[in-house]
């Protein structure tokens, strides 16, 4: 049973940067798992934001983070990252990291095909 904790969530204003982690134990946390990270915010349902996939290690991301985020994942580590960049207030949500070790590429960003979640992290972006 894979187990995945997110750290990192705060309070910041716009413009300014975070980095969120995702520390995965209880299982294997390898290249061959798809790790993803995704979004609630205020009254909104869960989005898909990044995705590193399992086999090419090819990042994938949602419009709203191209060229803002960056995912990544240290193998050794057992730990994705999530670097986010000029935040905007619409960034505001509770942040969550996914991984599954065999899902296919045309569901990456569907958060129903992901066997493991974190409890997510706040992140707050003020105007």
């Known amino acids: 049973q894979v187990v995945l904790v997110e750290s990192g969530g705060g309070l910041v204003q716009a413009g300014d940067s975070l980095r969120l982690s995702c520390a995965a134990s209880g299982g294997s946390f390898s290249r061959y798992t798809t790790m993803a990270w995704f979004r609630r915010a205020p009254g909104k349902e869960r989005e898909f934001v990044a995705a590193l996939f399992r086999n090419s290690g090819k990042s994938y991301y949602a419009d709203s983070a191209k060229g803002r985020f960056t995912i990544s994942k240290d193998n050794a580590k057992n730990t994705a990252y999530l670097q986010m960049n000029n935040l905007k207030p619409e960034d505001t949500g509770v942040y969550y990291c996914?991984?599954?070790?065999?899902?296919?590429?045309?569901?990456?960003?569907?958060?129903?095909?992901?066997?493991?979640w974190g409890q997510g992290t706040q992140v707050t972006v003020s105007s």
């Open positions: 996914a991984a599954d070790p065999s899902i296919i590429l045309s569901s990456i960003s569907d958060a129903r095909q992901y066997d493991y």
